[in-house]
Protein backbone atom coordinates (compact mmCIF):
# COMPACT_ATOMS: atom_id res chain seq x y z
CA UNK A 1 0.00 0.00 0.00
CA UNK A 2 1.32 3.58 -0.80
CA UNK A 3 0.07 5.54 1.57
CA UNK A 4 0.70 9.19 0.29
CA UNK A 5 3.20 11.40 2.66
CA UNK A 6 1.65 13.98 5.32
CA UNK A 7 1.84 17.56 3.87
CA UNK A 8 2.41 19.94 6.44
CA UNK A 9 1.05 22.97 5.11
CA UNK A 10 -2.70 24.65 6.03
CA UNK A 11 -5.18 22.45 6.28
CA UNK A 12 -7.80 24.54 5.77
CA UNK A 13 -8.24 28.06 4.22
CA UNK A 14 -9.56 31.15 6.28
CA UNK A 15 -13.29 30.15 4.72
CA UNK A 16 -12.69 26.59 6.10
CA UNK A 17 -12.68 24.34 3.51
CA UNK A 18 -9.99 22.27 2.56
CA UNK A 19 -6.80 23.57 0.27
CA UNK A 20 -5.68 22.12 -2.47
CA UNK A 21 -2.47 20.53 -1.11
CA UNK A 22 -5.28 18.75 2.00
CA UNK A 23 -7.60 17.80 -1.02
CA UNK A 24 -4.96 16.25 -3.07
CA UNK A 25 -3.37 13.73 -0.25
CA UNK A 26 -6.66 12.98 0.74
CA UNK A 27 -7.89 12.05 -2.36
CA UNK A 28 -4.59 10.00 -2.62
CA UNK A 29 -5.22 8.21 0.86
CA UNK A 30 -8.64 7.64 0.11
CA UNK A 31 -8.07 6.08 -3.65
CA UNK A 32 -5.28 3.86 -1.95
CA UNK A 33 -7.66 2.53 0.70
CA UNK A 34 -10.12 1.69 -1.50
CA UNK A 35 -7.92 -0.28 -3.86
CA UNK A 36 -6.27 -2.33 -1.15
CA UNK A 37 -9.31 -2.87 1.45
CA UNK A 38 -12.77 -4.27 0.84
CA UNK A 39 -15.90 -4.85 2.97
CA UNK A 40 -14.93 -8.52 3.12
CA UNK A 41 -11.12 -7.82 4.23
CA UNK A 42 -7.65 -6.68 3.22
CA UNK A 43 -6.62 -7.46 -0.66
CA UNK A 44 -3.46 -9.28 -0.55
CA UNK A 45 -1.10 -7.35 -3.29
CA UNK A 46 -0.44 -9.26 -6.35
CA UNK A 47 3.16 -9.90 -8.03
CA UNK A 48 5.24 -12.41 -10.19
CA UNK A 49 7.59 -14.73 -8.16
CA UNK A 50 10.44 -13.12 -9.75
CA UNK A 51 9.16 -9.71 -7.74
CA UNK A 52 8.28 -11.90 -4.49
CA UNK A 53 12.04 -13.04 -4.91
CA UNK A 54 13.37 -9.12 -5.19
CA UNK A 55 11.10 -7.61 -2.63
CA UNK A 56 11.72 -10.60 0.02
CA UNK A 57 15.50 -9.68 -0.15
CA UNK A 58 14.66 -5.67 0.96
CA UNK A 59 15.11 -6.57 4.89
CA UNK A 60 12.08 -3.86 4.99
CA UNK A 61 9.77 -6.13 3.78
CA UNK A 62 9.82 -8.51 6.70
CA UNK A 63 6.39 -10.14 7.60
CA UNK A 64 5.27 -8.75 3.94
CA UNK A 65 1.89 -10.94 2.31
CA UNK A 66 2.03 -11.14 -1.24
CA UNK A 67 -0.44 -13.19 -3.47
CA UNK A 68 1.60 -15.32 -6.12
CA UNK A 69 0.18 -14.41 -9.16
CA UNK A 70 2.33 -17.19 -11.25
CA UNK A 71 1.56 -20.00 -8.49
CA UNK A 72 -1.20 -18.91 -7.11
CA UNK A 73 -0.31 -19.14 -3.47
CA UNK A 74 0.05 -16.64 -0.74
CA UNK A 75 3.45 -15.77 0.57
CA UNK A 76 4.89 -13.96 3.84
CA UNK A 77 8.49 -12.73 3.47
CA UNK A 78 10.27 -14.54 6.77
CA UNK A 79 13.91 -13.69 7.48
CA UNK A 80 14.14 -12.64 3.95
CA UNK A 81 12.82 -16.02 2.28
CA UNK A 82 9.25 -15.84 0.79
CA UNK A 83 7.65 -18.67 2.80
CA UNK A 84 3.65 -20.44 1.28
CA UNK A 85 1.29 -19.89 3.97
CA UNK A 86 -0.31 -22.68 4.33
CA UNK A 87 -4.16 -23.52 5.32
CA UNK A 88 -5.61 -26.06 7.01
Known amino acids: MKIPNFINDRFVTKDGYL ?7 LEQLFNELQQQMSDEGHIV ?3 T ?7 AAD ?3 KGAFYYDEDT ?3 KVNIDG ?6 VV
Open 81 to 86: APKVVQ
Open 59 to 61: AEK
Open 45 to 47: PSQ
Open 72 to 74: DEV
Open 19 to 25: TESSRHM
Open 49 to 55: TANITVL
